[in-house]
Structure formats: structure tokens, C-alpha cells
């Protein structure tokens, strides 16, 4: 059921850098007519109003017949070549009776609103509407990604962070891409830098690209409060809703969690999944966001001790769920059969159904829980006694002590060297890792060396995926 032709496989080896784009949606367009108070752009019989108060950076694509303009005391036009105003003499026949359209006025939207911005793996996707949906965290520009604001357009955004600058990769604004540190600084101190970005933090381009084939952490998570706050979450009607790292709201749906070593390749396998599963028919609806995240890890469930990087599948269906969870089953199976040529080393998935991928069902992994919290608990009291009692036994007055036989039946019962194992499961969470995670570990270091090697390759990477799309997209 799950065959894979060979040549994905051949994808996989091959690195790709992981650079994803983020489109600014609102623009502060003439024509765009959600931004006229009446809902439709001024005509001949019209006064265009800009209201007084309100710093615009308008941009005007064609010529337009208005009777007047009012002109705010800060602001300009954007003329795109061959653009401008006539004034009509007499009645303009194809407009209404002449009505005051007002230019909206209301505050800038906020960069760190989700919902305003589109996300894209390449130009070519952004321009073919070919999205991904990524948490909210992620649908924000991370630090490694390109921003782009639509040429022929305008815009303006509250930058307002609580962070000291906004660090992206790059900046595209009315067609023109800044990478430069310097060069876009100076851009911001321009009269339209300044109409465009509102704000007092600083957005800083040239963060370098993600060369890591595993892919990057957004590096959002700072911003976390400030995005969430922008979100409304709808309610969720799921037995056990889920909440995916990244993301502000409940849902329903399903998460696929990959535990990846050397030579996994993000990018590769987002194009895997796609092309094994996201374009069969029965998964139509399915939303997939996939991206590295750092898990935080915590000691029965509370104590938190630092955090992991795995890559988090987000599936979504907009409905009960169950078609998340047959998609999550499909990639755990797919990565279960393959996980050694795509890196993967292990996988596992929750749905929001109640069911996961642990075999034997939630309630055998509570049981195996509650053990390892017994144990655990047993050790960190029996560990402390066993170490005074081991200073006892080197002090020559203590033997006389009557509580000695009892303490000493103990130690010898008990393997210290067991202790030690005892303790070291205690630190691995039984329910969330697995024992492939600690394999993980000494990876770590081959992965780094992977992206240097990779790198190179990836430079002239062409992903035959891609190209095969794009050309479907065109024929
Ligand atoms: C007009 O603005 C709205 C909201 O900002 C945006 O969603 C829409 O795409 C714009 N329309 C065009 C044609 O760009």
C-alpha cells in the first residue's frame, strides 16, 4: 500500500536548504476596496478622504477620476508608473451620486498576528497561492526566513515587540530585497520606511539562512505571549484536543512526532509526505504543518530540565479528526518501514480521538507511567539512606548503632550499580521518549558535520518534485 518509488529515496540523501517565505497580507493599496470605509474605491463624483491624523503610504496602481482629495498632513502615494488622479469635468456617468470615501484609518495590524501572514517554500509557491500551514508561532517570520511584502503594493505594520529587534533573513519591499544589514537600516529612515513600519523595534535583516538539513527552530517561542494574544481560539469539540508545540489553541486533529538522526532532510521529507499522501484525494481537506520544534522535557510531567529537537507534524482536517488520525497512522507507518534511509528514528503520533501510537493503547502507557513514578519515587527516597548509610559503613563508631542489621540487609540487596540505572530511567519521561531518544544524543554531533557536507550539494540541489509541480502548475 505504502510503496515508494526509489528516486524519493534518492531525494532524501541530498541536502536543501530549508528557507521558507512569509507573505504580508493587508496592503495599503488604492484599489484594494477593503480599504474604503464604503467598501468600494472612490470614482469620478467622490471625495477621496485621508483623515489628518493618519501617517499612509499609499500606493496607487492606475489613473483614478475623483472629484477631490484630501490629503493627510503625513503620508504619500506610491505612483506606480503611468498612475495618477484626473478630476472628471462635470458628472463622472459610471459613478453613483457622489459620496466621502474614507481611506481607513484604524491602527496598523501587527506583525505578530498569524493570521496576516501566508506562508511558502518558494517565490514560485507564493505566487501560485501554494501555502503551508504552519503553528502560529511559525506563521510569524522566524529568524531564518525571507519576508516579503508584495511588490506593486504598500503597507504598513506595527512592529511593537517586546524583544530588542525583530531578526529575520530578509526583507523584500515593493520588489526590491534587502539582505544587508546596513542598507536595510537605512531603508527604515526613509519617509516610506518609516510610513511602512510603525513602530519603535527595529525589524533586522541578514539572520543567516537555516543550514541545517534537519531544519531550524523558528526561535518564536520568545514571542509567544505577544503572538497568542492576537489569536482568538475557537472552541474544540474533540474527546482529548491537542496542543502542538508552537501553537496558541486546542485543536482537533492529530500530531506525528519524528525523532530524526543524520542525514534526515526537512525539506525532503515535507516533499515526501506531500507527494506520498497529501496529494491523494481522501486527504483533500488535510492541513500538514511540519517544522522542527524544541520539545521542553520534564521530569514526571512538572519538573522541566531543557528541551529536545524533533520534528512536529501537525495534521488538521477542520472536522471530527479522523481523517488526521488515518494520515498520522500513514506517516507512522511510512517512517516505521523506512525511517533508516530518510534518518527517521523513531515516530510516534496522538490524535485528538484519544488514541496514539503507543501499542497497547493510552491506559498501558498510564500503568507503565505510574511504575516508572513509583519507582522513581521509591529511588530518590532509598538512594539518599543507601548513600549515608555507605559513609556509615566507612566509619568504624557506627556498626553499634541497632538500626544497622535491618540498613545493612538493604545495601546488599539492592545493586547500587541498579540505583544508577534506576535513576537514569527516572530522567527519561517513559511515556514521551522513547529509548531511541537517547541514540539520539551522540547524533548530534554527526548531524552537524552531515549540514557541512550537505551543504555544498544543496547549493545546486534541484528537488525534481518541485520542477515536476511547477510544470503541473503551468501546463
Ligand atoms: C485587499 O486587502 C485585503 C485585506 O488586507 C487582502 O486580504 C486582499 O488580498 C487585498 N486584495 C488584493 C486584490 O490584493
Known amino acids: ?102 481611506f481607513k484609518d484604524s491602527e496598523s495590524p501587527q506583525w505578530f498576528n498569524p493570521a496576516l501572514w501566508q506562508t511558502a517554500a518558494t517565490l514560485n509557491d507564493l505566487q501560485n497561492g501554494d501555502f503551508l500551514f504552519s503553528v502560529h508561532e511559525e506563521s510569524v517570520p522566524c529568524q531564518h526566513d525571507d519576508v516579503v511584502f508584495k511588490a506593486l503594493s504598500s503597507f504598513s505594520v506595527d512592529t511593537g515587540s517586546i524583544q530588542s529587534s525583530i531578526p529575520v533573513k530578509s526583507v523584500s519591499v515593493l520588489g526590491k530585497m534587502f539582505e544587508r544589514k546596513s542598507e536595510f537600516y537605512q531603508y527604515l529612515n526613509s519617509h516610506s520606511g518609516r510610513l511602512q513600519f510603525q513602530a519603535s523595534t527595529a525589524v533586522t535583516v541578514g539572520s543567516p539562512s537555516c543550514k541545517d538539513p534537519t531544519g531550524c527552530d523558528c526561535g518564536n517561542a520568545v514571542n509567544h505571549q505577544q503572538i497568542c494574544s492576537t489569536v482568538t481560539c475557537k472552541s474544540v469539540s474533540c474527546k482529548m484536543p491537542l496542543l502542538p508545540v508552537g501553537h496558541c489553541c486546542e485543536m482537533c486533529g492529530a500530531v506525528v512526532t519524528i525523532h530524526y538522526a543524520a542525514g534526515f532532510n526537512l525539506q525532503n521529507y515535507r516533499e515526501r509526505i506531500r507527494h506520498l499522501f497529501l496529494i491523494l484525494p481522501q486527504y483533500k481537506s488535510i492541513q500538514l504543518g511540519m517544522s522542527k520544534v524544541l520539545k521542553s522535557q520534564r521530569l514526571m510531567w512538572i519538573i522541566p530540565f531543557g528541551t529536545s529537537p524533533e520534528i512536529q507534524v501537525v495534521i488538521l482536517d477542520g472536522e471530527t479528526g479522523t481523517l488526521s488520525e488515518a494520515l498520522a497512522q500513514d506517516i507512522v507507518k511510512d517512517a516505521r518501514s523506512h525511517g533508516s534511509k530518510l534518518g527517521i528514528t523513531d515516530t510516534e503520533f496522538q490524535a485528538s480521538s484519544g488514541s496514539s501510537s503507543n501499542q497497547g493503547g493510552s491506559s498501558a502507557g498510564t500503568v507503565v507511567g505510574v511504575v516508572f513514578a513509583v519507582l522513581l519515587v521509591i529511588t530518590l527516597i532509598v538512594v539518599p539512606v543507601v548513600l549515608i548509610r555507605m559513609g556509615v559503613v566507612q566509619m568504624p563508631s557506627m556498626p553499634s548503632m541497632p538500626s544497622m542489621p535491618s540498613l545493612r540487609r ?35 554531533n554527526e548531524t552537524e558535520r552531515n549540514s557541512i557536507a550537505l551543504t555544498q550539494t544543496g547549493v545546486h540541489f534541484i528537488n525534481p518534485v518541485y520542477n515536476e509541480n511547477e510544470s503541473d502548475f503551468t501546463v
Open 1 to 102: 500500500m505504502l510503496k515508494t518509488p526509489d528516486v524519493l529515496m534518492v531525494f532524501c540523501l541530498v541536502g536543501a536548504t530549508n528557507a521558507l517565505y512569509k507573505q504580508w497580507i493587508p496592503d495599503t493599496n488604492y484599489e484594494n476596496k477593503t480599504n474604503w470605509d464604503k467598501g468600494d474605491v472612490p470614482c469620478g463624483n467622490d471625495i477621496a478622504l485621508f483623515s489628518v491624523q493618519r501617517k499612509t503610504s499609499a500606493f496607487v496602481e492606475t489613473t483614478h477620476a475623483v472629484r477631490e482629495i484630501r490629503l493627510p498632513i503625513d503620508g504619500e502615494f506610491i505612483l506606480n508608473s503611468g498612475a495618477g488622479f484626473y478630476v472628471v469635468n462635470g458628472q463622472d456617468p459610471g459613478c453613483g451620486a457622489g459620496v466621502t470615501a474614507q
Open 410 to 444: 538493604f545495601q546488599r540487596n539492592t545493586d547500587v550499580g541498579d540505583l544508577g540505572g534506576t535513576l537514569d530511567h527516572g530522567f527519561d519521561n517513559p511515556i514521551f521518549d522513547k529509548p531511541g531518544m537517547l541514540s539520539d544524543i551522540p547524533g548530534l
